[in-house]
């Protein structure tokens, strides 16, 4: 049984009250591993240990922070096999999908924002035979980043990285569901010979870890990735407090399939969009809008497609679909599939648990699945399920395909399928989403903005967007 630590000031070291939670692998259903079950005791030791350390990282030359990021980088890639290894018994996922997507855009992250650190430039205004006005970044202190279960150290990295770049000291809490990665890091961060206190990490639940970051007074900012409702307490939080605040929330995407598209790679892409990662990304496409011309067609292949998916133990080179992360999230899951049959939903494919002999005969599997027939402002095709289900619905013309494309709260990200580019980009922005994608899903340039509209979050992560957050503009004026 493997026991997992804080890491604080550079050590190591267990919850201070000495509770722990076990950790459990979702393919099994059995525990592998405790968890610190750390409180608000933790916390302040680790803000206090980042504010220590805060007045040296701040002065030390972003070329000097950028090198040691980039360092990190490079020991993720020596490690990829034990990290992915560790991301796939930790998450359920395929580890083939570990290892190609989460544990490299992890390195990614890391080289990215150290790389960028010291070309961070401001702005400077002259006015003619007046003044001359610069702008000078600051780090904001002390800032918390709060990490899902979905994506562990992809997006753990994603909030980590950009804060220590620009001189931040970072108290970060991954989740108590799949913290393993999150700990395997701490120790290459003492490889890479980052200064104790610089980055912090505390185990532990939402109500003991989380809320105690969110109400700390050394905590100056706070990076959010997760569900809309626990946005919601977060914000009403920090408001009053006066932290500066990024909400990466929920998402309910549009995937609008026209009938003059290359339908091949509609097709094979809508199946990674809408079962990536079992369907446990904020981003995936689970509103399938396929003009009526094409629906039967695209239905027929699509639907094929799906039964062809592989779900299986996740070490399994052949699998494409793993476990869902927990017991009570298929539970979850499995009540939204009995909804959208009392909705009047028709059956596609998928729909039952799956029981995968061998060391798997416990775990969390689902098959993929897929409905038809149900309204566009239905519960099934209005909140956020987060696992491998998806609706199909045939819209007649442009207006009522960007009506339901709309009509959600959310507005996290949306795919068009389409060869005409007057339409794309028409379409594109009019849709109420962060990220709009044309022909394809998913393809991330780390120097563009990423975020959502609507109750999909609030502010901006990624390249420049996510080093303003981090920092405090203050204007200097000098008259000439």
Not at 83 to 102: C, V
Not at 411 to 435: C, E, K, N
């Amino acid at each position: 049984m493997i026991q997992l630590q804080n890491f604080v000031g550079g050590q190591l070291l267990p919850p201070r009250a000495g509770r722990y939670l076990p950790l459990i692998e979702p393919a099994t259903g059995q525990p592998f591993a405790q968890v610190p079950d750390s409180d608000a005791a933790d916390v302040d030791a680790a803000v206090r240990a980042a504010e220590a350390a805060l007045p040296a990282w701040r002065a030390r030359p972003a070329e000097e922070r950028g090198r040691l990021l980039v360092r990190l980088a490079e020991l993720i890639e020596q490690h990829l096999d034990r990290l992915a290894q560790a991301e796939s018994q930790d998450n359920g996922k395929p580890l083939s999908l570990a290892r190609t997507l989460d544990i490299p855009r992890a390195a990614s992250n890391f080289a990215f924002f150290g790389t960028a650190a010291p070309h961070f430039a401001t702005e400077a205004h002259v006015q003619e035979g007046v003044a001359l006005n610069y702008t000078v970044r600051h780090p904001l202190g002390v800032v918390a980043c709060i990490s899902p279960w979905n994506l562990p150290l992809y997006l753990f990295s994603w909030k980590i990285a950009p804060a220590l770049a620009v001189g931040c000291c970072v108290v970060a809490k991954p989740s108590e569901i799949t913290p393993y990665t999150a700990f395997l890091l701490s120790e290459l961060v003492q490889q890479a010979g980052f200064p104790a206190g610089v980055l912090n990490i505390v185990h532990g639940t939402g109500p003991g870890v989380g809320q105690a970051l969110v109400e700390h007074p050394g905590i100056r900012a706070i990076s959010f990735t997760g569900g809309t409702k626990t946005g919601e307490l977060i914000a009403r939080t920090a408001a009053p407090r006066f932290k500066k605040l990024s909400l990466e929330l929920g998402g309910k995407n549009p995937n609008l399939i026209f009938a003059d598209c290359d339908l091949a790679a509609a097709v094979q892409t809508s199946i990674r969009s809408s079962f990536a990662n079992q369907g446990q990304i904020c981003l995936c496409g689970s509103r399938i809008l396929v003009e009526r011309s094409l629906y039967e067609p695209f239905k027929t292949e699509f639907v094929a497609q799906v039964q062809a998916l592989t779900v299986g133990d996740p070490l399994d080179e052949a699998t494409r679909q793993g476990a869902l992360v927990s017991e009570a999230h298929l539970q979850k899951v499995l009540g939204y599939i009995e909804l959208a049959h009392q909705e009047g939903g028709r059956l596609l494919a998928g729909g039952q648990r799956v029981r995968v002999p061998g060391r798997c005969a416990e775990g969390y599997f689902l098959q993929p699945t897929v409905f038809e027939g149900l309204a566009p402002d239905c519960r099934v095709n209005q909140e956020e399920i987060f696992g491998p289900v998806v609706t199909l619905t045939p819209f007649d013309t442009e207006d009522e395909a960007l009506r339901w494309a709309n009509g959600t709260e959310y507005g996290l990200s949306a795919t068009i399928w389409t060869r005409d580019l007057t339409r794309a980009h028409r379409l594109g922005q009019q849709l109420r989403a962060g990220v709009v994608w044309v022909n394809t899903w998913l393809h991330r340039d780390l120097r563009t903005p990423f975020g959502g509209m609507k109750n999909s979050g609030v502010g901006r992560e990624g390249g420049l967007e996510a080093l303003r957050f981090f920092t405090e503009a203050q204007n200097v004026c000098i008259k000439l």
